[in-house]
């Protein structure tokens, strides 16, 4: 039977060249500081299609001398992950957009355990992605124990929530369901989580199999007892935060690229249906803004 990290172990992607291009212009942005860079995201899939923007975590070995500035280091460090753009025109005339993610090695291990109370990253970790680049094969290894790590934290701050015997989808999508509901997201959180797992169901099923052991002939796996009510109630304080600290971590992205507060407003409007038009004012000093930003959107109930 496969263990989780054999599972993980198979999630690999070959970059197409156009990705590639982005990835070494990534790693000459931020020169020998990057560790590993990880694909992940709906276009999973679609690497190909160049009208896909790409999404990577890019995991550095410090903050500051990936950032080059104190207050830019500091507010990785305090609210992490720092957002950069990148847009790239290959010699083919293919205009491919990324947006990246920076987080230190150190923190994405932690992030993706229970020590971090918020699902944000061991809630994303657990899903399928890839590391597209590794500095070497420990930091790899390293990677692939991190997401080992996000499995088995979600499963068991999901289980709990659950009784008796439960399937794969059943197990996931409660999961994942409970985890979108603390961020920003314009979609159901009902109709993505059971689009996510059925389109993974080879993998979640193996997943589950490789925790639980072989299910019953229908496809049951029984869970083992757990304080119920506790779970409840981390999940309904991670909602309590989880939505604030998503805002935060949006608004603060806003500083880090040109165009970054129209970027950010369409993000936010896109997730809660709020229009937020940013003065010019707002768009020179973002950073600055943010406190403002972040009340006029929570008024308008861009958070709930």
Same mark, same amino acid.
């Given at each position: 039977?496969?263990?989780?990290?054999?599972?993980?172990?198979?999630?690999?992607?070959?970059?197409?060249?156009?990705?590639?291009?982005?990835?070494?212009?990534?790693?000459?942005?931020?020169?020998?500081?990057?560790?590993?860079?990880?694909?992940?995201?709906?276009?999973?899939?679609?690497?190909?299609?160049?009208? @896909?923007?790409?999404?990577?975590?890019? &995991?550095?070995?410090?903050?500051? @001398? =990936?950032?080059?500035?104190?207050?830019?280091?500091?507010?990785?460090?305090?609210?992490?992950?720092?957002?950069?753009?990148?847009?790239?025109?290959?010699?083919?005339?293919?205009?491919?957009?990324?947006?990246?993610?920076?987080?230190?090695?150190?923190?994405?291990?932690?992030?993706?355990?229970?020590?971090?109370?918020?699902?944000?990253?061991?809630?994303?970790? /657990?899903?399928?992605?890839?590391?597209?680049?590794?500095?070497?094969?420990?930091? &790899?290894?390293?990677?692939?124990?991190?997401?080992?790590?996000?499995?088995?934290?979600?499963? /068991?701050?999901?289980?709990?929530?659950?009784?008796?015997?439960?399937?794969?989808?059943?197990?996931?999508?409660? *999961?994942?369901?409970?985890?979108?509901?603390?961020?920003?997201?314009?979609? /159901?959180? =009902?109709?993505?989580?059971?689009?996510?797992?059925?389109?993974?169901?080879?993998?979640?099923?193996?997943?589950? =199999?490789?925790?639980?052991?072989?299910?019953?002939?229908?496809?049951?796996?029984?869970?083992?007892?757990?304080?119920?009510?506790?779970?409840?109630?981390?999940?309904?304080?991670?909602?309590?935060? *989880?939505?604030?600290?998503?805002?935060?971590?949006?608004?603060?992205?806003?500083?880090?690229?040109?165009?970054?507060?129209?970027?950010?407003?369409? @993000?936010?409007?896109?997730?809660?249906?709020?229009?937020?038009?940013?003065?010019?004012?707002?768009?020179?000093?973002?950073?600055?803004? /943010?406190?403002?930003?972040?009340?006029?959107?929570?008024?308008?109930?861009?958070?709930?």
């Amino acid at each position: 039977m496969q263990t989780v990290l054999d599972i993980i172990k198979t999630e690999t992607l070959d970059p197409p060249a156009r990705v590639t291009e982005v990835m070494n212009i990534i790693q000459a942005r931020h020169a020998g500081r990057v560790q590993a860079m990880v694909y992940y995201g709906s276009s999973l899939r679609e690497l190909d299609n160049p009208e @896909k923007m790409l999404d990577f975590y890019v &995991l550095v070995d410090s903050y500051r @001398k =990936t950032h080059g500035t104190g207050l830019r280091a500091l507010l990785n460090r305090l609210i992490p992950p720092a957002v950069y753009y990148v847009e790239h025109s290959s010699p083919d005339g293919t205009v491919s957009t990324c947006k990246y993610s920076i987080l230190s090695l150190k923190e994405f291990e932690k992030r993706c355990s229970a020590r971090a109370f918020l699902s944000q990253v061991w809630g994303r970790f /657990s899903q399928p992605c890839a590391v597209l680049w590794s500095k070497d094969q420990a930091v &790899l290894e390293r990677v692939w124990a991190g997401r080992v790590t996000a499995v088995e934290t979600m499963i /068991s701050e999901t289980a709990p929530l659950l009784d008796g015997t439960i399937t794969a989808p059943e197990l996931w999508g409660r *999961g994942f369901y409970e985890s979108y509901r603390t961020e920003l997201r314009p979609e /159901s959180s =009902t109709g993505r989580s059971e689009e996510i797992v059925a389109r993974f169901a080879d993998r979640y099923a193996a997943i589950t =199999t490789a925790i639980f052991g072989p299910p019953d002939e229908e496809g049951r796996y029984v869970l083992r007892s757990n304080d119920k009510s506790w779970a409840r109630r981390r999940w309904f304080f991670r909602r309590m935060f *989880g939505k604030p600290a998503a805002a935060i971590r949006v608004l603060n992205s806003a500083a880090t690229f040109d165009g970054g507060i129209d970027y950010i407003a369409r @993000k936010v409007e896109n997730h809660s249906g709020v229009k937020l038009d940013p003065t010019p004012a707002q768009r020179r000093h973002p950073v600055l803004h /943010s406190p403002f930003l972040f009340w006029k959107l929570w008024r308008k109930g861009a958070f709930r």
